[in-house]
């Protein structure tokens, strides 16, 4: 093959280029083997490791990422919970008020109508309506209200941990 080459491009030294190149051919090769037999070696502590890391095993990545993970979700349940029984707190604290029915009326009876007052033909604001007062229904009132805003807080409380929960930054 020398011949056929060396015919092509007279005065090069086609001996030594050949030469050189087969020195560097195995140069690259004995590398390459190298780097195999490193890789060789260095493979059962990496796939130790992979399987330490894939079945979340003490020491791994994975399990620490797991306890900060389980701490951040602690502490963010203990802000949602005592927020939680805060606003509880408050909406239990807050006092019943006096509201009472009219007694019933007779058909045809409206105390307290007049004529419009104003310009635009609107009456005179609700207030007080003389005669018997009814029954107080305040306290039964302001329980069914308690109990909406109690369930409303709950809900508000229950949707922010579980936004807490799943926005939880990768650290």
Known sequence: MIPVVSGLIPGLPWK????????????IAGWR???W?????????????????VACEDGSECKAREARLQEAV???TIRIVTGYEAELAG?????????????????GDVRGAGPAAGPDGAGPAAGV???????????????LARDADEVAARLRALQGWNQALSTQPNR
């Open 74 to 76: 602690g502490h963010e």
């Open 16 to 27: 030594a280029i050949g030469w050189a190149a087969a020195v560097l051919a195995v140069a």
């Open 91 to 107: 909406l239990r604290a807050r006092p019943a008020r006096v509201v009472r029915l009219c007694a019933e009326a007779r058909p």
């Open 37 to 53: 037999r490193e890789s060789h070696v260095a493979l059962p502590g990496v796939q130790a490791a992979l399987a330490a890391e």
């Open 129 to 143: 309506i003389p005669g018997p007062a009814g029954a107080d229904l305040g306290p039964e009132l302001y329980r």
């Open 33 to 35: 083997v190298s780097a």
